[in-house]
């Protein structure tokens, strides 16, 4: 099959079958995807069978950690990065948490952090504290009427005393993909380190980190339909400088640097249950397997993304066309330039009243700042009343949207 099999994917969700959650549009994707059985099960598994400490030799010891193992194996495809590379820790934010801290032991004071107010405060909030170690912390400021970052401002930001930059590769908000590979250059031509947060993005593209240039990327694993852990691709020689941020012992295991706590065993071997989903997506699809998991990863989300890019343009289209409604970010509904994350306040009602008439006709949703709260200040925005925020993934179907759309046009 070459035509996106969205009931088959559909099968593959136990919450689309559940009561408690059959009858809900589910457009809420972008605070956490529904999980497929093959990560439910892999838990499921670990919890009744293996849950001891891993590595040892007794048998489910050993079993225990080989499901980590092919965790930490395969599940760097979705970087298209190496193995040694890849870091689980408990969540996105604090990955960067402590990221920040290793990366300002090489710092120098007076050196020059550039973060957005586009961002998640996740990838911002850490980098912004180095201020009060010394470092300066310049910001790249959003466009007030569109919540878009112009590449070009970025370059009366950077010098030659830029250490890094930090930016999302698409807001969990605005959706807008940033241009990552010139933004990357541009930082590497004065020297500085540049630092994704692909939370927001990863859960729509095969993620490709060489081509885009970075130095590390970061996204959670519970948004891109698995458990609750955060993975943070480091590139191998910045990782080799980087300040050991974990035990002392183990401060020559690279993989472990930036791993202060321990690992969830059982969250981790889970994981890969990320990638067996994708298996099966790609053998009902292809009568041919792939030829190695980047490939795979590349394959399924080549179907996600035809079918995401027909969900999101008739709410896109109706949000920017709509006289009252004004949306953050780009009108394209092209997947090259945002994801199908769409957020937009209103001129004549509260973000609020809105949010409750999607709720009354079952439609998963959320308003207020979502976290991005310098984002929806920049706006001109209350944060607490915010924005509404619409957001699918691959699983979502074109009747869920148009009930989405149905309730924005009886608001009149």
């Known amino acids: 099959m070459t035509t996106f099999d969205v009931e088959f994917v559909r099968s593959q969700f136990p919450a689309f079958s559940h ?11 972008a605070g956490g995807s529904y999980v497929p059985r093959q990560v439910i099960d892999r838990l499921h598994h670990f919890f009744t069978a293996t849950k001891v400490q891993p590595y040892w ?14 965790a930490k194996r395969r599940l760097p495809a979705t970087f298209n990065g190496e193995a040694g ?3 689980f820790g408990p969540s996105t934010t604090q990955n960067t948490y402590v990221l920040s801290h290793a990366f300002r032991a090489g710092m120098s004071e007076g050196d020059e952090v550039i973060v957005t107010n586009q961002d998640h405060e ?29 590449p070009a401002d970025l370059d009366a930001l950077l010098s030659d005393r830029t250490a890094l930059v930090a930016v999302t590769h698409a807001s969990n908000l605005a959706a807008t993909v940033n241009p990552i590979p010139e933004i990357s250059a541009k930082a590497h031509a004065v020297g500085a380190l540049v630092v994704v947060d692909g939370v927001s993005y990863a859960p729509h593209a095969a993620i490709d980190v060489q081509a885009l240039g970075c130095d590390v990327y970061l996204y959670s694993a519970y948004k891109t339909f698995g458990p609750h852990v955060g993975m943070m691709w480091v590139a191998q020689s910045v990782l080799e400088g980087v300040a050991n941020q974990g035990h002392y012992f183990n401060e020559s295991s690279l993989g472990a640097r930036l791993v202060p706590a321990g690992p969830d065993h059982a969250e981790i071997g889970a994981s890969a249950g990320i990638m ?15 030829a190695d998991d980047v490939a795979l990863v590349r394959g399924v989300f080549d179907l996600f993304t035809a079918h995401e890019e027909q969900l999101m343009r008739p ?10 409604l004004s949306l953050v970010g780009t009108p394209s509904t092209s997947h090259a330039d945002r994801a199908p994350t769409i957020a937009f306040h209103s001129a004549g009602r509260s973000s609020q009243e809105i949010y409750d008439a999607l709720i009354a006709a079952k439609v998963s ?21 915010g924005v509404v925020r619409i957001s699918m993934v691959h699983y979502n179907t074109a009747a869920e949207v148009e009930r989405a759309i149905g309730v924005l046009q009886g608001l009149g």
């Open 276 to 290: 067996t989903y994708y298996d099966d997506v790609w053998a009902h699809h292809h009568d041919a397997p792939p």
């Open 85 to 87: 590379e890849v870091h």
């Open 19 to 29: 009561p408690d959650s059959a009858d809900w549009a589910h457009l809420e994707n």
């Open 122 to 150: 996740a990838n911002i909030g850490s980098w912004r504290r180095l201020a009060e170690t010394g470092i300066t912390v310049k910001e790249w400021q959003v466009d007030p009427m569109t919540g878009m970052l112009d």
């Open 57 to 70: 030799d007794f048998a489910p010891s050993r079993a225990a950690g080989d499901a980590m193992d092919e």
């Open 315 to 324: 709410l896109v289209d109706f949000v920017a066309a709509s006289e009252d």
């Open 365 to 385: 949703c959320g308003h207020g700042h979502f976290y991005a709260h310098r984002l929806v200040s920049a706006l001109g925005l209350d944060p607490e009343d």
